[in-house]
């Protein structure tokens, strides 16, 4: 199978913040990605890291620790519309994605 | 703009029967890919193409074949479909000039094999 794990499944509260944590083990690596996923609907890309740190898009921001296999995505002032599945990747030696199962993030009013 | 164009939707197969889910794009990217996504799997590589007339081999391509005859065009036949073939579909591309790992995915193709 795939090095790379996250939650199966998070509930947060509307207007609250929610992490999303990823681990991976890869002996080469170019990056990291975070796709969102509505049910039924395909992937879109929010957010990459290639270098160690926090990358900050608005409501949404992605850390990266390359010497710990470690990355989180943080979501900030949660609405309904963000009630989906997220997706970690990292892209290995070959440059080709590896794809975590994805987390479902339930948001309850 | 179409961006990524799948077909089709969703298919209802019989065992041993013949399937080509086509895939077409209209924004002139590069590298093309077919993935599965199963239940509880993360998506899983299919095949791949970096640029027309090229095709490679992803994580899971047996009982699959692509071809890449232009830019726009990535179809992936089934020759002989099996009920572990159930599964969503899902064409992506990537343009080299932008974000690398950031796939444009088409609306995916739901297909059943009986």
């Known amino acids: 199978g795939q090095n790379i794990d996250q939650p199966t499944e998070m509930t947060a509260t509307e207007g609250a913040i929610v992490q999303i944590n990823c681990t991976y083990q890869?002996?080469?690596?170019?990056?990291l990605f975070w796709y969102q996923q509505h049910a039924g609907e395909a992937p879109t890309f929010l957010s990459n890291?290639?270098l160690d740190g926090l990358e900050e898009k608005g409501r949404i921001s992605s850390f990266l620790s390359r010497s710990k296999g470690y990355s989180y995505l943080l979501l900030k002032e949660l609405q309904m519309k963000d009630s989906a599945s997220y997706l970690c990747?990292?892209?290995?030696?070959?440059?080709?994605?590896?794809w975590g199962a994805g987390t479902k993030l339930i948001i309850k009013p | 703009t179409a961006g990524i164009t799948q077909a089709p939707t969703s298919q209802i197969l019989a065992a041993g029967r013949s399937m080509t889910l086509r895939c077409t794009q209209d924004?002139?990217?590069?590298?093309m890919y077919w993935y599965r996504q199963d239940l509880g799997l993360g998506l899983r590589l299919i095949h791949y193409?970096?640029?027309?007339?090229?095709?490679g081999k992803g994580e899971v391509p047996d009982g699959y074949s692509v071809s890449r005859a232009n830019t726009d065009d990535f179809p992936l036949t089934l020759a002989s479909a099996v009920p572990s073939q159930t599964s969503v579909y899902f064409c992506?591309?990537?343009?080299?000039?932008?974000?690398?790992?950031?796939?444009?995915f088409g609306e995916g193709s739901r297909l059943t094999v009986l």
């Open positions: 992506a591309s990537s343009d080299g000039s932008g974000v690398a790992g950031e796939l444009f």
């Open positions: 924004m002139r990217h590069n590298a």
């Open positions: 193409s970096n640029t027309a007339g090229t095709t």
């Open positions: 890869t002996s080469g690596f170019n990056g």
């Open positions: 890291n290639v």
């Open positions: 990747s990292y892209m290995d030696s070959n440059y080709q994605l590896i």
